[in-house]
């Protein structure tokens, strides 16, 4: 898989998990890619939320794993 076809399928799993978190008052996006750790940026009321970072491994990481299953991790950078 190139690095843009990795790319595209992070795009398409933060597109599926998108409408949950804008459904709260929140959203996410993609900073980069960096040794098939994923950084991306939770928006809005994911700041303060205080069941971020397990929706950030249960949702999101797992959702990312499920398009492109090489990536190891998720972090969050906010």
């Given at each position: 898989?190139?690095?843009?076809?990795?790319?595209?399928?992070?795009?398409?799993?933060?597109?599926?998990?998108?409408?949950?978190?804008?459904?709260?008052?929140?959203?996410?996006?993609?900073?980069?890619?960096?040794?098939?750790?994923?950084?991306?940026?939770?928006?809005?009321?994911?700041?303060?939320?205080?069941?971020?970072?397990?929706?950030?491994?249960?949702?999101?990481?797992?959702?990312?794993?499920?398009?492109?299953?090489?990536i190891k991790?998720?972090?969050?950078?906010?």
């Amino acid at each position: 898989m190139t690095e843009q076809e990795l790319k595209n399928n992070i795009e398409k799993a933060l597109t599926e998990i998108r409408p949950f978190l804008q459904a709260d008052g929140g959203d996410i996006s993609f900073v980069s890619i960096e040794k098939n750790i994923v950084k991306i940026q939770l928006l809005g009321a994911c700041i303060g939320c205080s069941v971020n970072q397990m929706t950030l491994k249960s949702g999101v990481e797992a959702t990312i794993k499920r398009y492109a299953p090489q990536i190891k991790e998720v972090v969050d950078i906010s």
